[in-house]
């Protein structure tokens, strides 16, 4: 039954949602798609007692012997109703006070009466309930929408699908199963879409965006939850039922969200002085072309509030920028710390003054504020000249170059600690996700309530009373159930979300914002080769960038695609709110997306956080002061930066790479390593013997060496002798078996085997003990005693593969000089 014109009508009351009252662009939002008001009087409501009895024993209204209850009950429904004064039925209904029980049953009012007239059967309840449903479908009442979710009918749904509109809830049910919705949320869905009819009347066409609105506004404040409230409205607008310049989903509605202006931003602090709260909204308004609305709503705290409220708080009636010495040294002070409370052991709590972090960043804004007003001042004395006044603030209390450093040391500890461990959690993710994946599988294979063994564990997979296609399971040890999809689904995304920033360097609000417009690809000029690449959307520092994708990277992106595709092979299209903007979006084929209560959202940055915490939780990585160990998001960053410099890549390709403006942010976040300096000294050193004559480094002969030992007699040892410089001392405090000049003594061999056995005894006892510190000291002195007696083998080998060739003695030299005849003799 189509509805007619309406006669009358009577404002509608929209009950805005709680989060939504004093936002400015959720009050405009809804000024643009107000909701239907609601009629006293329609046609059908005008209609007489037989007219409305004969429609309702006539079909689409009359088929099954239900069909004739419900008659029936129309029938004493409309005797009681006929006693209540109005013009309509409508009137009538509002007239008896039924729509205004709350909180009890309303069919208490007409049974008394009817019981009165003596009708009262036992089954009068049933049959009011049923009457009453029946006059809502041929709509001749139209209860209200709190009503309805309080005292509605569980049938309304099947009722208004089979006699009001079986069309239009057909579409609706078709799109709901190509959405692959669960049963219980397409039931929801179209719920809500019976209801809107019921109360405003006509067919599911006839459904405007503010009746969307107005019936989860209400059902807000009666229910508990509005579970998947936005599902019904996602499928309306995607069926072309509302109007194509409507938000895609109905969360803009409701949200909170949305950019102040200026003034609502200084007002929020209640600043007392009127002048300096109007010249703090002009000095925001110049600034405001150049800030994004993140920067600005800061800007405006650290003015209104740290600053001038601050100051109003501690000096009453203060009007003027210019502060006593005194006065700004007290609001300095107090600004510094910051009061925390820390629980102590015995449960009690205690007040502990901490320096603020960002305490010289805030008076670095203050400063910049007061310098310029004075800057403005000589351009446009008449406006800034009145308020020029000295900066209570200097160039020295806003030096951060102590802080910088504390901080670069601190990122860079952080960084060496974590560098080490990201194998491990990559390889724990991995696990987990692949140990998730095969339990859910396993759990859809098996029937409800049957049992299932995976990786060496039993679960039942547990049925639900209200729905099927559970995926709850409860091993058998009677431990609290679990829900293995979300398991899997908290996997995946840890695993994702770590692979992602690990691989790319990306921001975490950057990994939100990517989409499948993202992934592209560049034709080499040269070799006609196809190059993959991910396109990073302009974020904090509206920059633009490509990042070549690493064949690692392109297989977690190919699985991120394959998880987010709908039945169609398509990315589904998804609003996504930007947090540091507080805009919405328009919808988007965003990769980081999931599936909530049948409606595809984008996973925002809070639960990103959330997951990736979890898959740390999982890792069971600890620190080296034995507690967990924690990956912030910007920790994979500072460590993709460190990594990609100390593999060759030039710094400013990976200043160009993060969307970095300055090369010392980008060098900022590369941790340094005490093995860097080594290794650069070491090269530095080959490239100098490189460069120098190889005579000055040829090995040295026997001569030579017996020549250099004459100067170094007082330096014998027991085992050998000791070839350091003359007059200089032992650099490795007499660890002489350790040392490269120690030269052994082939008569001290026994000497050094001892030693050598002594060590092996002593490590054998200390890896007993657990003294693993001492080990690695032994290991090495073991190391250098076999290796002196490695050479004193070396050279008894050579010793023994030499030829005597009979040198001659002097005394030999001599005799054979006095025998021979010389000159002299034959004189």
């Known amino acids: 039954m189509t509805a007619i014109a309406t006669v009358t009508k009577r404002t509608s009351t929209p009950v805005p ?113 049923g009457g009453l449903l029946a006059v809502q ?140 709260r109007d010249l703090l909204v002009e000095y925001l308004k110049e600034r405001q072309p150049a800030l994004d609305y993140s920067t600005l709503r800061h800007l405006a705290r650290v003015l209104a509030s740290f600053f001038w409220r601050d100051l109003e708080l501690h000096e009453p009636g203060i009007n003027s920028l210019r502060l006593s010495p005194q006065t700004a040294r007290a609001w300095k002070d107090r600004g510094r710390y910051k009061t925390t409370k820390v629980k102590q052991p015995d449960g009690s709590l205690r007040e502990i003054k901490e320096v603020r972090d960002n305490y010289k960043s805030d008076l670095l804004l203050i400063r910049a504020f007061y310098l310029d007003i004075a800057q403005w001042a000589v351009e446009d004395p008449a406006r800034w000249a009145i308020w020029t006044a000295p900066c209570p603030i200097s160039k020295v209390d806003v030096d951060r170059r102590k802080e910088n450093r504390r901080t670069k040391s601190r990122m860079d500890q952080r960084t060496r600690e974590r560098m080490p461990a990201l194998p491990r959690l990559v390889a724990s993710n991995h696990g987990r996700r692949q140990a998730a994946t095969a339990r859910l599988e396993s759990l859809m294979a098996t029937q409800e309530g049957e049992f299932f063994t995976v990786l060496g564990e039993t679960f039942r997979r547990v049925p639900l009373s209200n729905r099927s296609g559970s995926t709850w399971a409860q091993s058998i040890d009677g431990s609290k159930r679990r829900d293995l999809a979300w398991e899997e689904h908290e996997a995946f995304w840890g695993w994702a979300a770590v692979e992602v920033l690990r691989h790319t360097g990306i921001r975490i609000e950057e990994l939100g914002e990517l989409s499948h417009h993202s992934i592209t690809q560049y034709r080499l000029p040269s070799t006609n080769e196809l190059v993959p690449l991910l396109q990073i959307a302009p974020s904090k520092t509206d920059e633009e960038r490509l990042i070549l994708v690493s064949p690692e990277l392109a297989d977690v992106l190919s699985a991120i695609v394959c998880r987010v595709r709908d039945t169609s092979g398509a990315i589904p299209l998804v609003t996504s709110y930007d947090s540091n903007e507080q805009v919405w979006n328009p919808p988007m ?239």
């Not at 004739?68 to 009538?92: C, M, N, V």
């Not at 910007?634 to 403006?661: E, N, W, Y």
């Open 137 to 276: 479908c041929a709509d001749v009442l139209r209860p209200g929408l709190r009503w309805i979710y309080q005292h509605g009918s569980h049938n309304l749904t099947s009722a208004m699908e089979l006699r009001r509109d079986p069309v239009g809830m057909a579409r609706m049910r078709e799109a709901l199963t190509a959405r692959n919705v669960r049963p219980a949320l397409a039931a929801k869905a179209l719920h809500k879409v019976a209801v809107i009819m019921a109360t405003k009347g006509g067919l599911l066409s006839d459904i405007t965006v503010g009746d969307c609105v107005e019936a989860v506004d209400v059902q807000s404040t009666v229910q508990c939850q509005a579970w998947g409230a936005s599902l019904f409205y996602e499928v309306l607008h995607e069926l072309g039922q509302l109007p194509a310049d409507a938000p895609a989903t109905i969360r803009p509605f409701r949200s909170a969200g949305g950019q102040l202006t200026i003034e609502q931003l200084v007002d929020r602090y209640r600043i007392t002085c009127t002048p300096v």
């Open 17 to 129: 949602c709680a989060r939504a009252r004093g936002s400015q662009s959720v009050i405009e939002l809804r000024g643009r798609f107000p909701s239907r008001a609601t009629a006293d009087a329609w046609p059908g409501s005008l209609l007489s007692r037989a007219e409305v009895l004969d429609i309702l024993n006539r079909p689409p209204y009359r088929y099954t012997s239900q069909d004739r209850f419900r008659a029936r009950g129309a029938e004493s429904l409309l005797d009681w109703l006929a006693t209540h004064p109005g013009d309509s039925w409508q009137a009538r209904w509002l007239a008896s006070g039924a729509e205004d029980a709350d909180g009890r049953e309303w069919m208490d009012i007409p049974i008394s009466w009817l019981s009165s007239q003596g009708r009262m059967t036992s089954y009068l309840a049933s049959d009011l309930r």
């Open 589 to 827: 084929a965003l990769l980081v997306q999931r599936t909530f209560a049948g409606e595809r959202r984008a996973i925002r940055n809070g639960t990103l956080r959330s997951l990736l915490n979890s898959a740390f939780l999982a890792a069971g990585l600890l620190g080296d002061d034995g507690k967990p160990l924690r990956y912030a998001p910007h920790d994979f960053r500072r460590l993709f930066v460190t990594d990609t410099v100390m593999s060759g890549l030039p710094p400013h390709i990976a200043q160009v790479i993060c969307g970095h403006k300055d090369i010392n942010t980008t060098m900022g976040y590369k941790a340094i390593y005490p093995a860097e300096a080594i290794e650069a000294h070491r090269a530095f050193i080959a490239r100098r013997r490189s460069l120098r004559p190889g005579m000055e480094y040829r090995t040295p002969t026997t001569e030579e060496w017996d020549a250099f030992l004459a100067h170094f007699e007082k330096r014998k040892l027991s085992v050998g002798t000791c070839a350091r410089a003359f007059g200089t001392p032992c650099i490795h405090e007499h660890a002489c078996v350790r040392c490269a000049m120690l030269r052994p003594d082939p008569t001290q061999r026994d000497r050094l085997v001892e030693i050598r056995d002594n060590l092996v005894a002593r490590i054998a006892e200390a890896e007993r003990e657990g003294w693993l510190g001492e080990v690695e000291g032994l290991q090495v002195s073991l190391a250098g005693a076999t290796d002196k007696l490695a050479q004193l083998d070396t050279e008894k080998q050579r010793a023994q593969a030499a030829i005597d060739l009979g040198m001659p003695s002097l005394r030999q030299l001599t005799a054979q000089t006095s025998e021979s005849t010389g000159p002299c003799q034959k004189s």
